[in-house]
């Protein structure tokens, strides 16, 4: 029965105090300014990670990847067929060497 009794004490005593919260006043003004506030934030937020997907920055880029590619394609044209399979079997040993050797 003890613990009963602390019970509805700490109960009673909860109900005391939501009793005694009174209302706040608040400027009229305040959600404005508060979400005028939010939004200068979140504005410079987005500025500066807005500055990364310009389109200028975007064809930047698409341009470099058009030029590595021609310049690519271009040392893969100057390299002969003959010369990239010879460069393979020497590299694996499939090459058949034909130069004499002294013991033959």
Same mark, same amino acid.
């Given at each position: 029965?003890?613990?009963?009794? =602390?019970? !509805?004490?700490? *109960?009673?005593?909860?109900?005391?105090?939501? +009793?005694? %919260?009174?209302?706040?006043? *608040?400027?009229?003004?305040?959600? #404005?300014?508060?979400?005028?506030?939010?939004?200068? +934030?979140? =504005?410079?937020?987005?500025?500066? &990670?807005?500055?990364?997907?310009?389109?200028?920055?975007? $064809?930047?880029? $698409?341009? +470099?990847?058009? %030029?590595?590619?021609?310049?690519?394609?271009?040392? $893969?044209?100057? &390299?002969? @067929?003959? #010369?990239?399979?010879?460069?393979?079997?020497?590299? @694996?040993?499939?090459?058949?060497? $034909? =130069?004499?050797?002294? %013991? !033959?």
């Amino acid at each position: 029965m003890k613990t009963n009794d =602390e019970m !509805n004490k700490k *109960v009673k005593d909860t109900f005391d105090a939501m +009793a005694s %919260i009174e209302e706040v006043k *608040v400027s009229p003004f305040f959600k #404005e300014n508060v979400m005028h506030q939010i939004r200068q +934030a979140s =504005e410079e937020v987005q500025e500066a &990670t807005g500055s990364w997907f310009t389109p200028q920055l975007q $064809l930047v880029t $698409l341009v +470099a990847i058009v %030029i590595l590619n021609i310049m690519a394609f271009n040392s $893969l044209k100057e &390299t002969t @067929y003959d #010369e990239s399979l010879s460069s393979f079997a020497e590299s @694996y040993g499939l090459s058949t060497n $034909l =130069e004499t050797s002294i %013991i !033959n």
